[in-house]
């Protein structure tokens, strides 16, 4: 386990993935993350590279060939080397080295870091197409926090709390048997209250938005994600079908791609939401997460 932390934060992360496992607020005492309990869901905050969601029948089509791909693709299981670490910084890199041909034909390097700055950890993703081609992928977070962070209180005292991304539409989608399905535009999006029915029908999803905040109306406690110019975030949390209930924690999870679409044509190259990157070049990306 990596530490970092500052006058505010304590944060654990493993090598494993790169996956932030604990943030724990110095000031307040709580305990941000989800556990990782597997009786729920046993990950905190997976990388989802280079696939996001699910493919239609797990599996894509590229330059005349088929693959095999589980949902959310291989990063997340990988283990990282630490290229770099200070006292409030960690920075882990993963090479593919060939290893993922199988299932991903590029090549490339994944880097990581990490940066705490007073209460908010800062997440900085670069890859690097090692292709003499170009390179077609999606990247998105999945990180779980923990409701409800006091006692006594309950997830209906909880909110969501949107920031839509100026002079741009909300679009809203929804997930049947995992596969994409576009519901339109949603007007004048800005608080909906946490509820276990919400997630009957498994993740929220909107594109378009460019900060959300999880608050609780009792103590004011919670966590703000920024990520602006991310073009779609989900929001999820495990839905226990047998009682209506959901699990102890809710993700918010900003995305550069998105699950296939009910009627993707399977070609990667033509997958909605999907990222190109030309030859030797570098895709960035940054987002920021605020404990209240």
């Keep these: 386990m990596i530490v970092i932390e500052n006058d505010w934060l304590k944060v654990d992360v493993l090598r494993h993935g790169a996956e932030v496992r604990k943030v724990m607020h110095k000031k307040n005492a709580l305990d941000y993350m989800w556990t990782g309990d597997e009786a729920y869901w046993g990950r905190v905050s997976p990388v989802l590279f280079p696939i996001v969601g699910r493919l239609k029948e797990d599996h894509y089509e590229l330059d005349g060939k088929t693959y ?3 949902q959310h693709g291989f990063l997340r299981d990988v283990k990282f080397d630490v290229a770099e670490q200070t006292s409030t910084t960690v920075s882990f890199v993963f090479e593919s080295l060939g290893r993922f041909v199988h299932v991903y034909p590029y090549e490339f390097k994944a880097t990581i870091r990490y940066r705490l700055i007073e209460d908010s950890l800062i997440v900085q993703w670069q890859i ?3 292709n003499k081609e170009e390179m077609y992928f999606s990247i998105g977070a999945h990180p779980a926090f923990r409701i409800p962070l006091v006692e006594n209180e309950t997830i ?4 969501l709390n949107f920031t839509p991304a100026a002079n741009k539409n909300v679009m809203e989608y929804e997930l049947r048997n995992s596969l994409i399905h576009e519901k339109g535009i949603v007007n004048n999006l800005s608080t909906i209250q946490l509820k ?4 009957a029908n498994d993740a929220l999803i909107y594109s378009n938005i460019d900060r959300l905040a999880l608050v609780s109306k009792q103590s004011s406690h919670g966590v703000e994600v920024i990520f602006q110019g991310f073009p779609f975030v989900g929001i999820w949390s495990k839905y226990i079908e047998p009682d209506g209930t959901i699990a102890p924690f809710v993700c918010i999870e900003p995305w550069y791609g998105i699950a296939d679409t009910y009627d993707t044509t399977g070609n990667l190259k033509e997958k909605f939401g999907v990222n190109k990157l030309g030859a030797g070049e570098t895709f960035q990306a940054e987002y920021i997460m605020k404990f209240k």
């Design 196 to 199: 276990n029915a919400l997630f």
């Design 156 to 159: 209906e005292d909880y909110h």
């Design 128 to 130: 690097l197409n090692a």
């Design 68 to 70: 095999k791909m589980s």
